[in-house]
Protein backbone atom coordinates (compact mmCIF):
# COMPACT_ATOMS: atom_id res chain seq x y z
CA UNK A 1 0.00 0.00 0.00
CA UNK A 2 1.59 3.22 -1.02
CA UNK A 3 1.30 6.09 1.88
CA UNK A 4 0.15 9.44 1.45
CA UNK A 5 2.52 12.10 0.48
CA UNK A 6 3.19 13.50 4.15
CA UNK A 7 2.58 17.03 4.41
CA UNK A 8 5.73 19.76 5.26
CA UNK A 9 6.99 19.34 8.61
CA UNK A 10 6.03 21.66 11.21
CA UNK A 11 9.69 23.59 11.06
CA UNK A 12 8.73 24.03 7.20
CA UNK A 13 5.97 26.61 8.01
CA UNK A 14 8.01 27.94 10.75
CA UNK A 15 10.73 28.89 8.35
CA UNK A 16 8.60 29.92 5.76
CA UNK A 17 6.83 32.13 7.71
CA UNK A 18 10.15 33.35 9.15
CA UNK A 19 11.23 34.93 5.80
CA UNK A 20 7.79 36.34 5.25
CA UNK A 21 7.73 38.32 8.05
CA UNK A 22 11.39 39.29 7.14
CA UNK A 23 10.80 40.34 4.06
CA UNK A 24 7.71 42.27 4.83
CA UNK A 25 9.67 44.17 7.50
CA UNK A 26 12.17 45.03 5.48
CA UNK A 27 9.37 45.98 3.32
CA UNK A 28 7.70 48.48 5.75
CA UNK A 29 11.30 49.99 6.64
CA UNK A 30 11.78 50.95 3.19
CA UNK A 31 8.20 52.38 2.83
CA UNK A 32 7.84 56.37 1.76
CA UNK A 33 5.77 58.83 4.30
CA UNK A 34 2.23 57.84 5.70
CA UNK A 35 0.49 59.71 3.08
CA UNK A 36 2.01 57.57 0.17
CA UNK A 37 1.11 54.41 2.36
CA UNK A 38 -2.63 55.58 2.40
CA UNK A 39 -2.51 56.38 -1.34
CA UNK A 40 -0.77 52.63 -2.39
CA UNK A 41 -3.49 51.34 -0.03
CA UNK A 42 -5.90 53.25 -2.01
CA UNK A 43 -4.51 52.40 -5.02
CA UNK A 44 -4.42 48.85 -4.36
CA UNK A 45 -7.93 48.46 -3.15
CA UNK A 46 -8.94 49.68 -6.47
CA UNK A 47 -6.74 47.85 -8.55
CA UNK A 48 -8.24 44.39 -7.15
CA UNK A 49 -11.69 45.37 -7.42
CA UNK A 50 -11.19 46.03 -11.21
CA UNK A 51 -9.51 42.81 -11.32
CA UNK A 52 -12.36 41.18 -9.69
CA UNK A 53 -14.71 42.74 -11.99
CA UNK A 54 -13.17 42.14 -15.10
CA UNK A 55 -12.73 38.58 -13.65
CA UNK A 56 -16.27 38.07 -12.72
CA UNK A 57 -17.14 39.76 -16.34
CA UNK A 58 -14.91 37.15 -18.34
CA UNK A 59 -15.92 34.61 -17.02
CA UNK A 60 -20.18 35.51 -17.25
CA UNK A 61 -18.86 35.56 -21.24
CA UNK A 62 -17.50 32.22 -21.19
CA UNK A 63 -20.92 31.00 -19.50
CA UNK A 64 -23.37 32.16 -21.94
CA UNK A 65 -21.47 31.09 -24.60
CA UNK A 66 -22.43 27.68 -23.63
CA UNK A 67 -25.65 25.67 -25.03
CA UNK A 68 -28.12 26.02 -22.87
CA UNK A 69 -27.02 28.46 -20.83
CA UNK A 70 -30.30 30.96 -20.88
CA UNK A 71 -32.80 28.35 -21.28
CA UNK A 72 -31.45 25.63 -19.06
CA UNK A 73 -30.82 28.27 -15.76
CA UNK A 74 -35.02 28.21 -15.79
CA UNK A 75 -35.99 25.21 -16.26
CA UNK A 76 -37.68 23.31 -13.74
CA UNK A 77 -36.34 20.35 -11.63
CA UNK A 78 -38.84 18.36 -13.28
CA UNK A 79 -37.36 19.31 -16.54
CA UNK A 80 -34.15 19.02 -16.23
CA UNK A 81 -34.31 15.22 -14.69
CA UNK A 82 -36.15 14.19 -18.09
CA UNK A 83 -33.10 15.59 -20.22
CA UNK A 84 -30.49 13.96 -18.23
CA UNK A 85 -32.54 10.19 -18.31
CA UNK A 86 -33.04 10.67 -21.69
CA UNK A 87 -29.09 11.69 -22.47
CA UNK A 88 -28.13 8.41 -19.84
CA UNK A 89 -30.49 6.43 -21.69
CA UNK A 90 -31.51 2.61 -20.63
CA UNK A 91 -34.81 1.76 -19.13
CA UNK A 92 -36.21 3.44 -15.56
CA UNK A 93 -35.21 1.50 -12.35
CA UNK A 94 -36.76 0.75 -9.17
CA UNK A 95 -33.71 -0.84 -7.24
CA UNK A 96 -30.31 -0.46 -6.67
CA UNK A 97 -28.59 -3.29 -8.95
CA UNK A 98 -24.99 -5.71 -8.11
CA UNK A 99 -25.22 -4.40 -4.64
CA UNK A 100 -24.68 -6.31 -1.30
CA UNK A 101 -26.85 -6.98 1.56
CA UNK A 102 -25.67 -4.67 4.44
CA UNK A 103 -22.54 -2.60 4.59
CA UNK A 104 -20.53 -5.06 6.09
CA UNK A 105 -20.86 -7.56 3.17
CA UNK A 106 -20.33 -4.75 0.84
CA UNK A 107 -16.79 -3.54 2.18
CA UNK A 108 -15.59 -7.15 2.77
CA UNK A 109 -16.58 -7.91 -0.72
CA UNK A 110 -15.07 -4.84 -1.74
CA UNK A 111 -11.72 -5.65 -0.09
CA UNK A 112 -12.25 -9.12 -1.76
CA UNK A 113 -12.13 -7.28 -5.41
CA UNK A 114 -9.19 -5.40 -4.19
CA UNK A 115 -7.04 -7.67 -3.52
CA UNK A 116 -7.60 -9.73 -6.79
CA UNK A 117 -7.35 -6.75 -8.46
CA UNK A 118 -10.76 -7.21 -9.93
CA UNK A 119 -11.83 -4.24 -11.55
CA UNK A 120 -15.53 -5.48 -13.18
CA UNK A 121 -16.12 -6.47 -9.31
CA UNK A 122 -15.43 -3.29 -7.94
CA UNK A 123 -17.42 -1.42 -11.27
CA UNK A 124 -20.28 -3.36 -10.21
CA UNK A 125 -20.54 -2.24 -6.42
CA UNK A 126 -20.65 1.50 -7.23
CA UNK A 127 -23.73 3.21 -8.26
CA UNK A 128 -24.58 3.99 -11.99
CA UNK A 129 -25.98 6.82 -13.97
CA UNK A 130 -29.46 5.42 -14.21
CA UNK A 131 -29.46 4.50 -10.70
CA UNK A 132 -28.45 7.99 -10.07
CA UNK A 133 -31.15 9.57 -12.19
CA UNK A 134 -34.11 7.75 -10.68
CA UNK A 135 -33.13 7.02 -7.09
CA UNK A 136 -30.53 9.27 -5.86
CA UNK A 137 -31.07 12.71 -7.46
CA UNK A 138 -34.91 13.00 -7.20
CA UNK A 139 -34.72 12.46 -3.30
CA UNK A 140 -31.35 14.66 -2.89
CA UNK A 141 -31.22 17.99 -1.50
CA UNK A 142 -30.35 18.69 -5.15
CA UNK A 143 -34.02 19.08 -6.01
CA UNK A 144 -35.35 22.14 -4.15
CA UNK A 145 -33.72 25.64 -3.01
CA UNK A 146 -31.26 26.71 -1.82
CA UNK A 147 -29.06 23.57 -3.09
CA UNK A 148 -31.16 22.87 -6.41
CA UNK A 149 -28.45 21.92 -9.05
CA UNK A 150 -29.22 20.49 -12.35
CA UNK A 151 -28.71 16.42 -12.10
CA UNK A 152 -26.29 16.47 -14.89
CA UNK A 153 -23.93 18.94 -12.47
CA UNK A 154 -24.53 16.80 -9.70
CA UNK A 155 -23.31 13.33 -11.77
CA UNK A 156 -20.86 14.99 -13.18
CA UNK A 157 -19.28 16.59 -9.86
CA UNK A 158 -19.34 12.72 -8.31
CA UNK A 159 -18.36 10.96 -11.47
CA UNK A 160 -15.38 12.76 -12.22
CA UNK A 161 -13.63 12.19 -9.30
CA UNK A 162 -14.97 8.97 -8.54
CA UNK A 163 -13.12 7.72 -12.17
CA UNK A 164 -9.78 9.80 -11.26
CA UNK A 165 -9.96 7.93 -8.16
CA UNK A 166 -10.82 4.48 -9.35
CA UNK A 167 -7.96 4.39 -11.95
CA UNK A 168 -5.24 5.48 -8.70
CA UNK A 169 -7.20 2.67 -7.04
CA UNK A 170 -6.71 -0.08 -8.68
CA UNK A 171 -3.28 0.94 -10.02
CA UNK A 172 -1.63 1.76 -6.15
CA UNK A 173 -3.90 -0.66 -4.31
CA UNK A 174 -4.80 -3.28 -6.63
CA UNK A 175 -3.34 -6.68 -6.30
CA UNK A 176 -1.63 -5.95 -2.93
CA UNK A 177 -1.47 -8.79 -0.36
CA UNK A 178 -3.63 -7.07 2.81
CA UNK A 179 -5.86 -8.13 4.82
CA UNK A 180 -8.90 -5.68 6.50
CA UNK A 181 -8.57 -5.66 10.39
CA UNK A 182 -11.54 -3.22 10.53
CA UNK A 183 -13.41 -0.53 9.24
CA UNK A 184 -15.45 2.62 10.87
CA UNK A 185 -17.68 4.97 8.98
CA UNK A 186 -19.19 8.18 10.44
CA UNK A 187 -21.37 7.45 13.45
CA UNK A 188 -24.50 9.71 11.99
CA UNK A 189 -25.67 8.94 8.40
CA UNK A 190 -27.50 10.93 6.22
CA UNK A 191 -31.22 10.64 5.26
CA UNK A 192 -32.46 11.20 2.00
CA UNK A 193 -36.10 9.67 1.81
CA UNK A 194 -35.72 6.02 1.08
CA UNK A 195 -31.58 6.57 0.91
CA UNK A 196 -29.49 6.76 3.64
CA UNK A 197 -25.86 7.73 3.11
CA UNK A 198 -22.70 6.45 5.48
CA UNK A 199 -19.74 9.33 4.90
CA UNK A 200 -16.23 9.18 6.10
CA UNK A 201 -15.64 5.44 6.00
CA UNK A 202 -11.73 4.45 6.93
CA UNK A 203 -10.58 1.11 6.80
CA UNK A 204 -7.55 -0.20 8.83
CA UNK A 205 -5.69 -2.60 6.86
CA UNK A 206 -2.59 -5.32 8.03
CA UNK A 207 0.47 -6.05 5.63
CA UNK A 208 2.63 -9.03 4.69
CA UNK A 209 5.26 -8.23 7.61
CA UNK A 210 2.45 -6.99 10.09
CA UNK A 211 2.25 -3.42 9.31
CA UNK A 212 -0.71 -1.46 9.67
CA UNK A 213 -2.40 1.54 7.89
CA UNK A 214 -5.70 3.26 7.54
CA UNK A 215 -6.79 4.39 4.20
CA UNK A 216 -10.23 6.12 2.81
CA UNK A 217 -11.02 3.92 -0.82
CA UNK A 218 -14.60 5.11 -1.44
CA UNK A 219 -16.97 8.22 -1.09
CA UNK A 220 -20.30 7.62 0.61
CA UNK A 221 -21.81 4.10 1.10
CA UNK A 222 -25.84 4.45 0.21
CA UNK A 223 -28.50 2.03 1.24
CA UNK A 224 -31.79 1.64 -0.37
CA UNK A 225 -34.25 -1.31 0.38
CA UNK A 226 -31.89 -3.14 1.75
CA UNK A 227 -29.45 -3.16 -0.79
CA UNK A 228 -26.23 -1.18 -0.14
CA UNK A 229 -23.37 0.35 -2.94
CA UNK A 230 -20.83 2.80 -3.06
CA UNK A 231 -21.96 6.65 -4.51
CA UNK A 232 -17.97 6.88 -5.65
CA UNK A 233 -14.97 5.75 -5.54
CA UNK A 234 -13.49 9.45 -4.88
CA UNK A 235 -10.77 8.34 -2.30
CA UNK A 236 -6.97 9.79 -0.52
CA UNK A 237 -4.76 8.48 -3.38
Not at 5 to 30: E, Y
Not at 128 to 153: G, M, N, V
Amino acid sequence: MMPLTPWPRPGAFAALAALLLAVGCRNAGDAPSGARDASATRTAARDSLVKDSVARARQDSINRTRPGYVIDSILPVKETLRRFRRAVGGSPVTALAGGSASRDKLVHRFMNALVAGDSLELRAMAVDAREFADLIYPESPSTKPPYQQDPALVWRSIQNPSASGFKRLVKRAGGVPVKLAKYACDSTPTTQGKNTLWSGCLLSLVGEHGDTSTHRFFGAIVERDGQFKFMSYRNEF
